[in-house]
């Protein structure tokens, strides 16, 4: 049973204890761009914004993530471990040499490999760790 519409998801917020950092980190991997006032400031200047919070969006304007500055976060050790992931993100390749592209692209940016089912026919994928700690994954849809 619906009343009429429900909320529209906004964007996804990443805690961290590096928000320039990490933005960075998925600005460069996912090609998106800050919202305006966002960006980095010029050299020798402080950054007053990542300090805080900062929203990457989609060339066009659509939000897609936040980061959020935290004192400390405990880093996800899933898929082993007693800190569970909580959330990740999934992102999609078209093949697998796109995927093996994608995976030169996020260790040069600061991912870690977590897991790889690279090898795996029916669903070939990637879990790694953003530099945060935050698992995600890259998989061939």
Do not use: I, N
């Not at 305006?36 to 939000?63: F, I, K, S």
């Not at 400390?72 to 909580?86: F, K, S």
């Not at 390749?93 to 796109?98: G, I, Q, T």
């Not at 070939?124 to 061939?140: E, I, S």
């Amino acid at each position: 049973m619906t009343d009429g519409p429900g909320p529209r998801l906004c964007q996804v917020v990443l805690d961290c204890t590096d928000a320039r950092a990490l933005a960075e980190f998925y600005r460069a991997l996912l090609g998106l761009v800050y919202r305006p006032g966002d960006e980095p400031p010029a050299a020798g200047e402080p950054d007053e914004r990542g300090r805080d919070w900062l929203v990457l969006r989609t060339a066009e304007g659509a939000p897609q993530l936040a980061f959020q500055q935290v004192d400390r976060l405990p880093e996800a050790t899933w898929p082993e471990g007693e800190v569970p992931q909580q959330l990740h993100l999934d992102l999609t390749v078209p093949s697998v040499a796109e995927l093996d592209r994608q995976h030169e692209r996020v260790l040069a940016l600061g991912g870690r490999l977590l897991r790889d089912r690279s090898d795996d026919r029916d669903e070939p994928l990637r879990v790694y760790a953003d530099p945060a700690g935050h698992p995600f994954c890259v998989f061939v849809a």
